[in-house]
Structures are given as structure tokens and as C-alpha cells.
């Protein structure tokens, strides 16, 4: 139940009874509106005092009958507003309290600064891969819109206070899709200030906020006009590629997904080639790339190409296969 519906039947109360003892004064003590409506709220609120004018026999029977139904339907009316009101504020003191045990336990987690149209979508995403995230958002009414089981901090992520609060030195990577370079620059910079490990991506609108966002720390930088025209212009000139691409990076697929998996030091395929962990043979599964823990790319590697601790394998292949590619790389 609201609070408009809580309160409305108290309202309707206290009007009809202001009303039934002003009608009242006024027929049967012949006083004016204005009279009879101060005498009715003297007489409700218990103020004492004196009457506007002298009170016939049938007029102090009526007072009484106004103070037995309407002083109760006061005091009903206030306890009513009060109880509403202390029921709100203790909510809304018991959900911060949970939420701020919830981002307290997180770890490992993803910090999304911005909740607009990207902001949903990369919410989308982390939810559908089950990846631990806040959310920090700024406007009372986006926050008031989200999704509940969303995990969501309303505050000015460009503050140093709200990043901690969302748990920054204990989160994996901070994504920054404010709708202004410059906060996302100040949002960068603090980031990196408060954890130096932190992976961040950024968006930018502008190139030359690009090559700032890289030099204020940012890991990545995402400008969405210079994506979207790509991906525009290669709909048009490389349909197939595009379709590709999209069937196989899409949330949900069955049929085929790519996947990034790290090897750990635990695995079984370490310092062994391709060939000799029967990744393709086995499993069914196409390696597209090696990104070496140096950082190099080893594109389409070949049968004899090695894997290494730290490794991560960029693979292709159905859901089960790939459930069974972490299995192996002990994930």
C-alpha cells in the first residue's frame, strides 16, 4: 500500500467532519460561514477558546457531539500521518543499511558509473553473465526507475567518498559511461588514484577526450559515434562478417558464443601446445587467439603454438564445450 492510499481515508475523514461542523453552526445557530468554520476548528483542535457567539441549548449539544466524533478522528488522523511517516523514514533507513551490507560483501566486482542508455545495456550484459556490479547513479529519478535487483548507490561517482562507498579497493574493473567527458575524466582519475590495479573502461564523444581518458589511467577507451558508423559501414560493405560477429558475441546463444578463458597454473594443458591438449580434437573447440600475459596477441595460432601460464585463450564454440575449456584451463 502507498502512502497517497494510507493517507487518504484520514483526509476524507477530517474534511467531512470540518464540514459536518461548520453546516452544522450554520443551521443551527444562523452564524455566517467564516463563524461557524473557526468555531468547528477551535472545537476540533481543543484550543479553549471562547465561543464567537452564545451558544443556544441545541447548539451545546451539538458542540458535544462535534468533540466526541471529531476530536477522536483527529487524534486518529495524526497517529495515521505520524505512523506513515516514521514507517517511510525507518525504511528508508533499514535499505540503506542492507545495501550498504551488500556492497560491504562484494568482491571482485564491476563499478558501473552512469545508468543511461549504455549504462542499462552493460547492466543487461554483467547480469546475464552472472558478474557481481553497482551501479552509481546520480538522478533520484533513474535510481527510483531501476530494475530492484539491481544493485544501485545513488551518488556523484566524480566524488572520491562515493567510490569507496561502492567498494572500489576491492573491485576487479570500473566502466564509466557518464553522458560528459569531463566527468568521466574525473571519474578516471579518482578510479586510478583509489586503485591502481583497477581495470577501467571509458567512454568518450570526442577524440581528443580519447587520448585524455587514456592518459588520466583508463585501460580502455570506447567512443560509440566512432563504433556505431563502423559497424554502419560494414553492415553495408561486410554483411557476412557483421552477421558473424554478432551471432557469435550475443548473450543467450547457444548455438556458438566466444568466450575469453585464462589459464591458471593449475591446468593440466600448461607448457603444451595446441595439438597436444586436443582443445579442437576433443572438445570441439576453435582457438582464435592467444593474449599472452605480456600483452601480445597471437592471432590464429597454429597447432603448434604453446600455452603458458597467464594465457588467455580466446575461444569459440558451443556453451557446453566451452563450460568444458574452463574445466580444463582450471578456472
Not at 119 to 137: D, K, L, R, T, W
Not at 207 to 222: F, I, T, Y
Not at 229 to 256: M, Q, W, Y
Request: hydrophobic share 45%; charged share 25%; net charge neutral.
Amino acid at each position: 500500500m502507498t502512502v497517497r492510499s494510507k493517507l487518504i481515508n484520514p483526509v476524507i475523514a477530517i474534511v467531512g467532519v470540518i464540514t459536518f461542523g461548520t453546516a452544522g453552526y450554520v443551521i443551527i445557530e444562523k452564524w455566517g460561514f467564516f463563524d461557524s468554520l473557526y468555531m468547528t476548528i477551535i472545537t476540533l483542535t481543543t484550543v479553549g477558546y471562547h465561543e464567537v457567539h452564545e451558544l443556544t441549548h441545541p447548539g451545546r449539544v451539538f458542540s458535544m457531539v462535534l468533540m466526541l466524533s471529531g476530536v477522536g478522528t483527529m487524534f486518529y488522523t495524526f497517529g495515521v500521518g505520524a505512523k506513515v511517516l516514521l514507517e517511510g523514514e525507518l525504511r528508508q533507513v533499514l535499505g540503506r543499511k542492507r545495501l550498504n551490507k551488500k556492497i560491504e560483501n562484494l568482491k571482485n566486482h564491476y563499478i558501473i558509473c552512469g545508468f543511461g542508455r549504455m549504462g542499462s545495456i552493460i547492466c543487461g550484459e554483467m547480469m546475464q553473465h552472472n558478474a557481481p556490479f553497482v551501479v552509481i547513479e546520480g538522478t533520484p529519478e533513474v535510481v527510483a526507475s531501476m530494475d530492484k535487483d539491481i544493485l544501485v548507490l545513488q551518488g556523484d561517482a566524480t566524488q572520491d567518498s562515493v567510490l569507496k562507498q561502492a567498494g572500489i579497493d576491492k573491485a576487479r574493473g570500473l566502466i564509466s559511461v557518464l553522458s560528459s567527458d569531463a566527468d568521466n575524466l574525473y571519474v578516471v582519475l579518482s578510479a586510478r588514484g583509489l586503485n591502481p590495479r583497477l581495470r577501467i573502461v571509458a567512454r568518450a564523444s570526442d577524440e581528443g577526450a580519447e587520448r585524455k581518458l587514456l592518459r588520466a589511467g583508463a585501460d580502455n577507451v570506447v567512443s560509440p559515434y566512432f563504433i556505431g558508423g563502423l559497424r554502419i559501414a560494414h553492415t553495408l560493405l561486410k554483411p557476412a562478417v557483421v552477421d558473424f560477429i554478432e551471432f557469435a558475441t550475443r548473450s543467450g546463444n547457444i548455438e556458438l558464443q566466444m568466450e575469453e578463458v585464462k589459464v591458471k597454473g593449475n591446468s593440466t594443458i600448461v607448457d603444451r601446445s595446441l595439438d597436444e591438449c586436443g582443445i579442437r580434437r576433443d572438445l570441439g573447440i576453435i582457438i582464435v587467439a592467444i593474449k599472452r600475459e605480456s600483452g601480445e596477441m597471437e592471432f590464429n595460432p597454429t597447432s603448434t603454438s604453446v600455452i603458458r601460464q597467464g594465457d588467455t585463450l580466446v575461444a569459440m564454440g558451443e556453451k557446453r564445450q566451452l563450460k568444458a575449456l574452463e574445466d580444463l584451463v582450471g578456472v
